[in-house]
């Protein structure tokens, strides 16, 4: 996606034309019906949670189009999802981020655990929600400002390619070094010099609009200590970029400039970014993200099990209850204090999720369990509900698998028997052994699959058909052997 369109005129009016729907789209949220639609693509079964999320996302956006007081009033409905591990509910929380037009992270509880509080102080998590939201709304106002920035560079390029507009005096213009269309000048027609430097300028347009020049290189100024910008990352991969993000919008380093050779492509992308920064008003950007991280963040506090329970006898772990005792504000409301300025988090909606093996939600201390009214359990799977694991969601890892091997010209495939027989055999294992949810099923494809990937580069054959026959051949005497079986499986 770093690749620079050159921009035609017709693309040009699209996009222009384009600003304002892409703010609406923005605004249009999806209905729970959408989003659990959406969550179905890649999470099999788990219903009700997929329900809850949904329905309290929606009510993020109802609450938004109430008037007056009550407005303030209307709570969000935070969530505990409770189940066994590898059932899901991460994966629910991941996706939902891809979902949510929303700012939303996922932290660890237990990473505000840290015995000696090494760990992250628990507001942090608000601060770096709100450095998400400016990246966010950041890339957004780019993408408004792009075919903009993009004419403006283009105007940058030509100049640079091009000796400023002939005075009435000058006869001679340096177009050799570039080897670019010359023309002469008679002097007694300075209306025509004129005219002629229009006509090459654009004529340079054209072939620069139709990549013609893309690998001849230029010298521009660049700022000194400039990031290129990734443009294609998902919500999880914002955290890191903000920074850079930044710094080239902020425009509060010190700019040093230097000389740099590039080709025209690249100096095309490197203007454009520069006009965008430019272009972007940053008090604007701030301010809606502030209002976007109050009015519609989300914040995932995995592991929240992990904080929950009785403080151990002895040892050092003190920090559980007092993690729950930090936490507490932020979920009912307060303000903290980002480096962007305060952020209330009166209506972040906060969604908890936990395994809760050894202790119970009950045993958080009881003003967090007000905090969270909402409890979804969610389901421990079935041999019915690996098999569709297996191949249904987007990312199914036979599908993975399907994928890796195409990349070697071999084409895998897998009888229905086989299928099913790989999911019971998760099944089993994780009766017999730990139960570890659908994570069985990378053990057990891995395993499975071992000896091919080995041998793919050398197979003869361009076809591999996975049998029951083979899966029972294969795993048999591990799965019959418990021990081994709790090694490898
Ligand atoms: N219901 C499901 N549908 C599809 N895939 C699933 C499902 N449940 C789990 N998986 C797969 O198993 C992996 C582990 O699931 P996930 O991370 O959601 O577990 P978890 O419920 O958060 O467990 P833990 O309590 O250990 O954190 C996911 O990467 C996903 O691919
Ligand atoms: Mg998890």
């Given at each position: 996606?770093?690749e620079?369109k ?9 996009t222009?034309?384009?600003e ?5 789209d ?5 209905t729970?019906?959408?989003i659990?639609k959406?969550?179905?693509?890649y999470?099999?079964?788990?219903d009700?949670a997929?329900?809850s ?7 993020r ?5 109430v008037?007056?007081d009550?407005k303030e009033?209307?709570m969000?409905?935070n969530i ?11 994966e629910?929380?991941r ?5 949510a ?10 990473k505000?655990?840290e015995?000696?509080y ?5 507001e942090?998590?608000?601060r770096?929600?709100?450095d998400?939201a400016?990246?966010?709304?950041k ?5 408004q400002?792009r075919s903009?920035a993009?004419?403006?560079a283009?105007?940058?390029i030509?100049?640079?390619l091009?000796?400023p ?6 006869t001679?213009?340096?177009t050799q ?5 010359s023309f002469?000048f008679?002097e007694s027609?300075p209306e ?14 054209a072939?620069l609009r139709q ?8 010298e521009?100024?660049?700022?000194n ?12 991969g914002i ?5 850079n ?17 590039v080709?025209?492509?690249?100096a ?5 970014q ?6 972007v008003d940053m008090?604007a950007v701030?301010s ?6 109050e009015?519609s963040?989300?914040?995932?506090i ?12 002895e040892?050092p772990?003190?920090s559980?209850e007092?993690?729950?005792r ?10 903290v204090?980002?480096?962007y300025g305060?952020?209330k988090t009166?209506?972040?909606?906060f969604i ?7 202790s119970?939600p ?10 969270f ?9 079935t041999?019915?509900?690996f098999?569709?694991?297996?191949t249904e969601?987007?990312n199914?890892?036979?599908k993975?698998?399907?994928?890796l ?7 895998l ?12 055999i ?12 659908a994570?069985r099923l990378h053990?057990v494809?891995?395993t ?8 793919l ?8 058909k996975v ?19 709790r090694?490898i499986?």
């Amino acid at each position: 996606m770093s690749e620079v369109k050159s921009p035609t005129v017709p693309e040009v009016r699209k996009t222009e034309q384009g600003e304002k729907p892409l703010e609406k789209d923005w605004k249009r949220e999806l209905t729970p019906k959408e989003i659990v639609k959406e969550l179905d693509r890649y999470i099999i079964g788990q219903d009700k949670a997929k329900k809850s999320v949904a329905i309290a996302l929606r009510n993020r956006w109802r609450r938004q189009q109430v008037k007056g007081d009550l407005k303030e009033e209307i709570m969000p409905n935070n969530i505990i999802m409770i189940g066994p591990t590898g059932v899901g509910k991460t994966e629910i929380a991941r996706r939902l981020a891809n979902l949510a037009n929303a700012p939303f992270i996922k932290v660890e509880a237990s990473k505000y655990t840290e015995v000696g509080y090494v760990g992250r102080d628990v507001e942090s998590m608000v601060r770096d929600l709100t450095d998400l939201a400016v990246s966010m709304v950041k890339r957004e106002k780019a993408e408004q400002v792009r075919s903009k920035a993009e004419r403006q560079a283009e105007e940058k390029i030509l100049d640079y390619l091009l000796p400023p507009k002939p005075r009435r005096k000058r006869t001679d213009l340096h177009t050799q070094e570039y080897n670019l269309p010359s023309f002469s000048f008679h002097e007694s027609n300075p209306e025509s010099l004129e005219e002629k430097w229009e006509k090459t300028r654009e004529k340079l347009r054209a072939q620069l609009r139709q990549g013609k020049l893309n690998k001849r290189t230029i010298e521009i100024s660049v700022p000194n200590d400039r990031f290129p910008i990734i443009e294609v990352f998902s919500p999880q991969g914002i955290e890191e970029l903000g920074v850079n993000f930044q710094e080239m919008f902020s425009g509060m380093l010190p700019k040093k400039t230097k000389r740099r050779k590039v080709t025209i492509k690249e100096a095309q992308r490197i203007l454009t970014q520069e006009e965008i920064g430019k272009l972007v008003d940053m008090e604007a950007v701030i301010s809606e993200s502030i209002e976007r991280v109050e009015n519609s963040g989300i914040i995932f506090i995995d592991e929240i099990d992990k904080i929950a329970g009785e403080k151990p006898k002895e040892g050092p772990d003190v920090s559980r209850e007092g993690v729950q005792r930090d936490l507490l504000p932020i979920v009912e409301g307060t303000n903290v204090m980002t480096k962007y300025g305060m952020v209330k988090t009166d209506h972040i909606l906060f969604i908890a999720a936990g395994a809760f093996h050894t202790s119970k939600p009950s045993d958080l201390i009881p003003e967090m369990q007000g905090r969270f009214p909402i409890r979804v359990e969610l389901d421990s799977l079935t041999t019915e509900d690996f098999v569709r694991i297996l191949t249904e969601p987007k990312n199914a890892l036979i599908k993975q698998y399907i994928a890796l091997m195409h990349t070697e010209g071999v084409e895998l495939s897998f009888t229905d028997d086989a299928i099913r027989e790989i999911a019971r055999i998760a099944n089993l294992v994780n009766e017999r052994a730990e139960n570890i949810g659908a994570r069985r099923l990378h053990t057990v494809m891995t395993t499975l699959l071992e000896d091919v990937m080995f041998r793919l580069p050398d197979l003869k054959t361009k076809k591999v058909k996975v049998t029951k026959q083979m899966v029972e051949k294969t795993l048999k005497d591990i799965v019959e052997d418990e021990d081994l079986s709790r090694y490898i499986l």
